[in-house]
């Protein structure tokens, strides 16, 4: 997860864009769904970072390994008590725009610049 975050934060240095605030988060926040609820997170599996510059947004997708048996993208709402499943709820709050890749496994997050 770190290593995305520097990434992703040296990519942008390189390209001279500016990081938008709240993209560290969402990169965090991706990367960490990645490796706990797909085959990314099992031994030897892995995942992709990608990133994009699309005119006033970055675009962040994560390419995973799939889903684990059963598990799909869901948005949902934590109950106040719950330790976990606010992930996907502040991608939502931050990003312009979300989803499942259209081709293989993954997801995508636009942000402002």
């Avoid at 799939?66 to 502040?90: F, I, N, V």
């Avoid at 293989?104 to 610049?113: K, S």
Wanted: net charge positive; with cysteine; hydrophobic share 40%.
């Amino acid at each position: 997860m770190g290593e995305a975050r520097t990434w992703v934060k040296s990519t942008l240095a390189k390209w001279g864009v500016a990081e938008p605030d709240q993209l560290t988060l969402v990169v965090s926040e991706l990367v960490t769904n990645a490796i706990t609820h797909t085959r990314s997170g099992h031994p030897g599996e892995q995942f992709t970072v990608r990133l994009a510059v699309l005119g006033d947004r970055v675009r962040i997708t994560v390419r995973d390994a799939g889903p684990k048996q059963g598990r799909t993208l869901t948005l949902r709402t934590p109950s106040p008590e719950a330790k976990h499943g606010r992930g996907l709820p502040l991608v939502d709050a931050l990003a312009l725009c979300w989803g499942s890749l259209k081709i293989g496994t993954g997801v995508y997050a636009e942000v402002a610049r």
